[in-house]
Every structure is written in structure tokens, then in C-alpha cells.
Nanobody
Framework: QVQLVESGGGLVQAGGSLRLSCAAS????????MAWFRQAPGKEREFVAA???????YYADSVKGRFTISRDSAKNTMYLQMNNLKPEDTAVYYC??????????????WGQGTQVTVSS
């Protein structure tokens, strides 16, 4: 059974940085898009970034230039380097396997996520 486990969240001041990790087990996803989503209190879950290979990367406009997505296929792990964090980045961050990048359809179950809190 596929399992995705997010980690690396925490409390940071505005302007700070965090690096999130998403460890996948149960199968490999080298040929699939993997993505980060986030959900702030009282808001819908939203897309943050997606990656398949180094030339297949997408970002939400709100994080372009500040966040960097990457993956280590050998470790079956995806990362999200978040720099210059803003209070509006505060949310629970989730990773997922994306079956259709055009519709952003997710083919994996949502995990626990990892909380990111940015203080002003």
C-alpha cells in the first residue's frame, strides 16, 4: 500500500526558511508527478508545487521565487525548500501523487501533513 509521510514543518519567523520532506513507501513514483498542497484554517486545500523531472516543475504564483521543489528518486523522497516565508504561508502542508497534472487529480490518500506556522 502506498504511504506518503510529510515532515519538516515548524514555527518560524517571517523571512525565515524551512525544508519539508515527503517520504514515499510502497512503490516508486519516478514517472509520476508528485506535488505539495497546503490548507490554511478555514480555507480550501490549494496547490503549491509539482515535479516530475527537473524540466517538469510547476509552482503556484504565490510561492514562485521563494519555494523550490525537488526530488531524490533514489530515496523516493520529495522536498520543498521554503525561503522568505510569510505569515500567509501558514498552513498544513501535504504531499500527493498527481495522476493528471492538467486537472491536478490526486491518486494518493492524504496523509497527516506537516504544520507550518509563520509568525509576523
Amino acid at each position: 500500500q502506498v504511504q506518503l509521510v510529510e515532515s519538516g514543518g515548524g514555527l518560524v519567523q517571517a523571512g525565515g526558511s524551512l525544508r519539508l520532506s515527503c517520504a514515499a513507501s510502497g512503490r516508486t513514483f519516478n514517472n509520476y508527478y508528485m506535488a505539495w498542497f497546503r490548507q490554511a484554517p478555514g480555507k480550501e486545500r490549494e496547490f503549491v508545487a509539482a515535479i516530475r523531472w527537473t524540466d517538469n516543475i510547476y509552482y503556484a504564483d504565490s510561492v514562485k521565487g521563494r519555494f523550490t521543489i525537488s526530488r531524490d528518486s533514489a530515496k523516493n523522497t520529495m522536498y520543498l525548500q521554503m525561503n522568505n516565508l510569510k505569515p500567509e504561508d501558514t498552513a498544513v502542508y501535504y504531499c500527493a501523487v498527481v495522476s493528471n497534472i492538467a486537472t491536478m487529480s490526486v491518486s494518493s490518500s492524504w496523509g497527516q501533513g506537516t504544520q507550518v506556522t509563520v509568525s509576523s
